[in-house]
Nanobody, 119 residues
Framework: QVQLVESGGGLVQPGSSLTLSCAAS????????MSWYRQPPGKERELVAAISAGGSRNYADSIKGRFTISRDNAKKMVYLQMNSLKPEDTAVYYC?????????????WGQGTQVTVSS
């Protein structure tokens, strides 16, 4: 059974830091690109950051220089370190695992964790 379980969300003040964690199980973690997405209130879900099994990273322009994605393949964990948080970072953050196989792909999602940045 595939599971992605996010944790670490909460209510923080602008300028604060927060680290999200995602625990993966039920699939071959090393074969998957791991990503964080977010969905702000009333908006579409958007890619925040992605990391390949080999450690290559990709970031959305809106969070470059403030957020860092990392993964621990041995522990099957992925993290999102968020610094200098802004009110516009308020969203539900989702962990995603994706693997492309031929013309298709495997795509798994966590249940999400709420991050609220407010004074």
């Amino acid at each position: 059974q595939v599971q992605l379980v996010e944790s670490g969300g909460g209510l923080v003040q602008p300028g604060s830091s927060l680290t999200l964690s995602c625990a993966a199980s039920g699939f071959t973690f090393n074969n998957y690109v791991m990503s964080w997405y977010r969905q702000p209130p009333g908006k579409e879900r958007e890619l925040v950051a992605a990391i390949s099994a080999g450690g290559s990273r990709n970031y959305a322009d809106s969070i470059k220089g403030r957020f860092t994605i990392s993964r621990d393949n041995a522990k099957k964990m992925v993290y999102l370190q968020m610094n200098s948080l802004k009110p516009e970072d308020t969203a539900v953050y989702y962990c995603n695992a994706q693997r492309r196989v031929g013309a298709g792909q495997y795509d798994y999602w966590g249940q999400g964790t709420q991050v609220t940045v407010s004074s």
